[in-house]
């Protein structure tokens, strides 16, 4: 599909008349379902989230969920803060700039709520530009023992809350069975 770099699309909260879009969108970028029954678990069990749709008209192209994540500190108390993820556009749709608005967005809304941190597993190449940096280097690490290191990353969104914070951060149940 030859597409203009310049498409203009929506980004809005998700609501239910986009769920099989965004069922779909998770589908079809993932070529599995389990993103997306991840995120359909999220919606059911989680109380707090941000979801945000991408979408010309009504067609769906691109969505990202934002959900409660908790630092643990190696002096036992924790931080609550959000996990980036899945972030998902349609394959026809990718590389003009959806992912990046869905991003944008969510970190932006997120850092309004006055949430701390972000954390995503995911691409070290693509999340920098958002200024996500390896936790690692903070002294965070991932509950998932077997995410590499340079893919865990963390936006610190509240410098002040987040000092002293070497520890775990432990995602919600629900991602445990992605495959």
């Not at 030859?2 to 929506?10: E, G, P, R, S």
């Not at 941190?117 to 940096?133: C, E, H, L, M, Q």
Request: charged share 25%.
């Amino acid at each position: 599909m030859n597409l203009d770099k310049q498409l203009k699309f929506n980004i809005q909260e998700e609501t239910e008349q986009y769920l099989a879009g965004i069922r779909l969108v998770h589908r079809l970028a993932f070529h599995a379902d389990g993103e997306a029954e991840v995120v359909d678990r999220l919606r059911e069990n989680c109380p707090v989230f941000i979801s945000l749709v991408a979408k010309i008209g009504e067609k769906v192209l691109g969505h990202v969920l934002f959900t409660p994540a908790r630092l643990i500190k190696n002096q036992g108390w924790s931080i609550e803060g959000l996990g980036l993820g899945p972030l998902a556009v349609l394959p026809e749709y990718q590389k003009l700039g959806i992912g990046t608005g869905l991003c944008v967005e969510g970190l932006t809304r997120a850092a309004l709520a006055g949430y701390p941190f972000v954390v995503v597993i995911g691409d070290s190449a693509y999340y920098p530009r958002f200024g996500f940096k390896k936790a690692s280097t903070f002294g965070i690490r991932c509950a998932y023992e077997d995410v590499p290191d340079e893919a865990f990353m963390i936006k610190i969104l509240k410098p002040k809350r987040m000092t002293d914070v070497e520890g775990v951060v432990y995602y919600r149940q629900e991602f445990d069975s992605v495959s």
